[in-house]
């Protein structure tokens, strides 16, 4: 493997996969690290400063959370699983657009999110046999709160888009049209 330094960028096109002794001996530090080795926690600190690409993927608690919620959603369907995973990157670049914003992004994490906890807990409230009125309620109460956090996030990452530089060409959200139903 090429070294590489700290800060280096790392593409797609310029990563090159570990070889076996590579990964042999990365599986041992994570061993000794995830034993409290002090050591072995240096290494992989070290590990990591030289391969961004990887604390970048698996550090990213959206991408974590999305995994978790495809996860309860469709345990053991792959092909639905790997379907919704594309369904939400989808949605993700859709909504992130052409924007670089941190605050954007994180807010873009925020509604696609929510949108996956609504639909997740929509398919639970489908399926309604042998469920007593002490567990519909909650699951009502758990609904409306997914509802609520959802809108909230979609209201946020309006309002944002509203006050960042540049974005003053972007056309309004219209959700409701008065001229249609008056």
């Known amino acids: 493997m090429a070294e590489k330094r700290k800060g280096d960028v790392v593409t797609e096109s310029t990563y090159q996969m570990p070889n076996a002794e590579e990964i042999k001996s990365l599986n041992q530090c994570l061993a000794r690290a995830n034993a409290g080795s002090m050591d072995a926690i240096l290494q992989l600190r070290s590990f990591l400063d030289v391969n961004p690409q ?9 991408l974590v959370a999305d995994q978790a919620w495809i996860n309860q959603m469709f345990k053991g369907n792959t092909l639905a699983a790997e ?5 939400i990157d989808n949605l993700r ?3 992130l657009g052409e924007s670089e914003s941190m ?7 925020t509604v696609v999110s929510t949108w996956l906890e609504l639909h997740y807990l929509r398919s639970v409230d489908a399926d309604n046999t042998n469920r007593t009125s002490t567990l519909n309620s909650e699951l ?4 409306e709160s997914a509802q609520r956090r959802h809108s909230t996030a979609m209201r946020d990452l309006v309002q944002i888009r509203k ?19 008056g």
């Not at 990887?54 to 959206?62: E, N, S």
């Not at 605050?103 to 994490?109: A, I």
């Not at 009502?140 to 609904?143: E, T, Y």
């Open 54 to 62: 990887i604390w970048q993927k698996l550090g990213d608690a959206a």
């Open 83 to 87: 379907s919704l995973q594309r369904v």
């Open 93 to 95: 670049s859709k909504l």
């Open 103 to 109: 605050v954007e992004k994180m807010l873009v994490d």
């Open 140 to 143: 009502l109460k758990r609904l």
């Open 163 to 181: 006050l960042l530089p540049g974005n003053a060409t972007l056309a309004p959200l219209r959700i409701f049209s008065p001229s249609k139903y």
